[in-house]
C-alpha cells in the first residue's frame, strides 16, 4: 500500500507539472496573438488618421523624424522593426522611413501593391497622403514578438505555486548546443543571474548534464521529463529535483517547471512513519495480552480483528488525506491559471476589459440578439484633447486621466453592462437591453459625469470632456457595422464640436 501511495503521488505530480507548463505556453501563445492583432489595429488606425489629416510628405517628415523633431508622436514605443515609410509610387521609391535598414523589403511590398500583412511584415497598413505619395505603417515579426516576449516574461515572473514551486524559461540561440547555446530568460530561484550564457557542457554536483539532456530531449519529442541536482528557491541546500520542459518554438524558448524529490517523498516517508509507528505498536500490546490471557485465545482472535480493521481504516484515512491534498493543490494551480487569464482578458492600466475580450463579449451579445430578437447598445466614448494633455502635463498624468474616466464609467454602467478600453484615449461600452434613447439617456449622463469631475495628479488639475457616439442594433447589422457605425458618429461629434453625445437621431 505504501509503494502504491508514492506511485500515484509521483505520478499525479508528473502530471501537473506537465499541465502547468502546458497552460503557460497557451497563455504565452494568447498574448503572442493579442499582440499582433493590437498592433494591426493600431497601424490601421493611425494611417486612417494621417489620411484623414491630409498631410502631405513634408508634413510626415516634420511630425515623425527624430532628425527634425522632437516631438514623441512617433509610432508604438520606438521599437526596432517597427515603423513609418513613405513612398512615391510614380517614381517607385522611398522617399522617407524610420526604419531604413529595411528599405529592401519595404520596396518590394510597395512594388507588388501589398495591402494587408504578409509573412514579411505582419503588421502592414497603407494609406494615401495629400501629395499621392503612400504611407505604410508596419512591424517586422522580431519586433513584435520582442514585444509579446516582454509581456510573457512580466507574467511567468509572477506565478507562484506551492512547495517553492516556479515557471522558468531558457531562450535557445543555437539547437546544435554547447557553449552559450542558449540564455536564461526567467529564473525565479536565479534572478541575479538572468541573461547568463548557458552550455549543454555545465554538469551538476552529481555530474548530470541536464542542459544537455534538455536540449536533446525536447528537440527530439518537444517535451521531456528530466532529473537533477539544483539548489532550493532562497536556499543554498541541493537536492534531486524532478523537472518537466517543453519547447515553444516561435519564441525559441523552453519552459519548464519541477519539484525537489524530497518534497514529494516526505509526504511518503510521513504515512510509511506512521504506518510502522502503529504497526509496532500494536505488535507489542499484542504480545503483552497473548501472554497475560492466553486461556482467553478465541476473545483475543475477535479483538486482534477489531484492532487490525481499526489499523487499516486508520491507513486508509491517511490515503484519503493524501488525495485531498492533492486536490487542493490542483485548485490553487486551477486559481493561478484564472489569475493568468484575467491578466490576459484585462487592460492593464484602467482595470476594464481590453480590445480582445471585448471582441468576444461583442461577438456573444449580436449572436443572442439575432438569435432571440433581442436590442441593445453600443457607446463609443473617446477623450477630447487628449493629446494636448499628455503633451502639457506628460503621459503620467495622461494615465491618471485615464484610469480616472474608467472609474466613472464603472460607476454608472449596470452590472450586466460592459466596459472597455477600446484602443489609446477610446472606450467602447456595451449596453444590453437598452433601446437608443436609454442608450442616449446613459451616454448624456457619462459625458456630465466627466465634464464635471476634476483629476488630481499631485498638485496638478485637470478637467476634461468626452465625445460620445450610440448606436442601437437591429436585425441584419453586423458586428463591424456597428462598429464602424458608432465610429461614425462619434468622429461626426468630434468634427461638430466636441463635448456631445451623437446618434442617427439626436445630438446632445
Not at 513609418?84 to 529592401?104: F, G, S
Not at 517553492?164 to 546544435?176: D, L, P
Not at 543571474?193 to 548557458?198: G, I, N, P, Q, W
Request: proline content about 2%; hydrophobic content about 40%.
Amino acid at each position: 500500500m505504501v509503494a502504491e501511495s508514492k506511485a500515484r503521488i509521483f505520478g499525479e505530480k508528473k502530471d501537473a507539472l506537465a499541465e502547468r507548463v502546458e497552460r503557460v505556453i497557451a497563455e504565452i501563445e494568447v498574448i503572442r496573438g493579442t499582440v499582433y492583432t493590437e498592433y494591426q489595429t493600431l497601424a490601421e488606425a493611425q494611417c486612417a488618421l494621417l489620411s484623414t489629416l491630409k498631410l502631405d510628405t513634408a508634413g510626415i517628415i516634420n511630425g515623425f523624424d527624430p532628425r527634425v523633431t522632437k516631438r514623441t508622436t512617433r509610432f508604438v514605443l520606438h521599437n526596432s522593426g517597427i515603423g513609418l515609410a513613405v513612398y512615391d509610387r510614380v517614381n517607385q521609391k522611398i522617399l522617407w522611413t524610420d526604419e531604413v535598414d529595411l528599405v529592401p523589403q519595404l520596396l518590394e511590398a510597395f512594388k507588388h501593391a501589398q495591402q494587408s500583412p504578409s509573412d514579411e511584415f505582419p503588421v502592414w497598413a497603407v494609406g494615401n497622403l495629400a501629395d499621392n505619395n503612400l504611407i505604410a505603417i508596419f512591424a517586422i515579426e522580431d519586433a513584435l514578438d520582442h514585444i509579446a516576449k516582454k509581456r510573457s516574461i512580466a507574467i511567468v515572473r509572477s506565478l507562484h505555486f506551492p512547495l517553492n514551486q516556479y515557471v522558468w524559461i531558457n531562450g535557445i540561440r543555437n539547437y546544435s548546443g554547447g557553449p552559450g547555446y542558449a540564455v536564461r530568460v526567467v529564473h525565479p530561484s536565479m534572478e541575479g543571474d538572468e541573461e547568463v550564457l548557458l552550455s549543454t557542457e555545465t554538469a551538476d554536483p552529481a555530474g548530470n548534464l541536464s542542459y544537455k539532456d534538455e536540449l536533446e530531449g525536447v528537440l527530439k519529442h518537444g517535451s521531456i521529463y528530466l532529473s537533477y541536482v539544483f539548489k532550493k528557491l532562497n536556499s543554498d541546500e541541493l537536492s534531486e529535483k524532478l523537472a518537466y520542459a517543453q519547447l515553444y518554438k516561435p519564441f525559441d524558448w523552453v519552459v519548464c517547471t519541477g519539484i525537489h524529490t524530497d518534497d514529494m517523498l516526505s509526504i511518503v516517508a510521513k504515512r510509511e512513519s506512521d504506518f510502522n509507528r502503529a504497526f509496532r505498536n500494536q505488535i507489542s500490546s499484542y504480545a503483552k495480552i497473548i501472554s497475560i490471557i492466553s486461556l482467553l485465545y478465541i476473545g483475543m482472535i475477535l479483538f486482534f480483528e477489531r484492532r487490525l480493521t481499526g489499523m487499516i481504516n486508520v491507513f486508509i484515512d491517511k490515503l484519503k488525506e493524501d488525495e485531498t491534498a492533492l486536490r487542493e493543490e490542483k485548485n490553487k494551480l486551477d486559481y493561478a491559471y484564472q489569475e493568468l487569464q484575467r491578466v490576459a482578458y484585462s487592460d492593464f492600466l484602467t482595470g476594464l476589459l481590453n480590445r480582445r475580450a471585448m471582441y468576444e463579449r461583442l461577438q456573444q451579445e449580436v449572436s443572442r440578439a439575432q438569435r432571440e430578437g433581442l436590442k441593445f447598445c453600443l457607446i463609443l466614448a473617446d477623450i477630447d484633447h487628449f493629446k494636448s494633455i499628455n503633451d502639457t502635463f506628460g503621459h503620467d498624468t495622461g494615465d491618471r486621466v485615464l484610469k480616472a474616466i474608467a472609474g466613472i464609467f464603472r460607476q454608472h454602467i449596470r452590472p450586466e453592462d460592459s466596459a472597455s478600453r477600446w484602443g489609446g484615449e477610446e472606450f467602447l461600452i456595451l449596453t444590453p437591453s437598452r433601446s437608443l434613447e436609454e442608450g442616449l439617456v446613459l451616454a448624456e449622463d457619462l459625458r456630465k459625469a466627466v465634464e464635471s469631475t476634476t483629476i488630481y495628479d499631485g498638485a496638478t488639475t485637470v478637467t476634461t470632456t468626452i465625445t460620445l457616439g450610440v448606436v442601437e442594433y437591429s436585425q441584419g447589422k453586423t458586428f463591424d457595422s456597428l462598429i464602424k457605425e458608432a465610429d461614425f458618429y462619434l468622429y461626426a461629434g468630434k468634427k461638430l464640436k466636441r463635448n456631445c453625445v451623437m446618434s442617427s437621431v439626436s445630438t446632445v
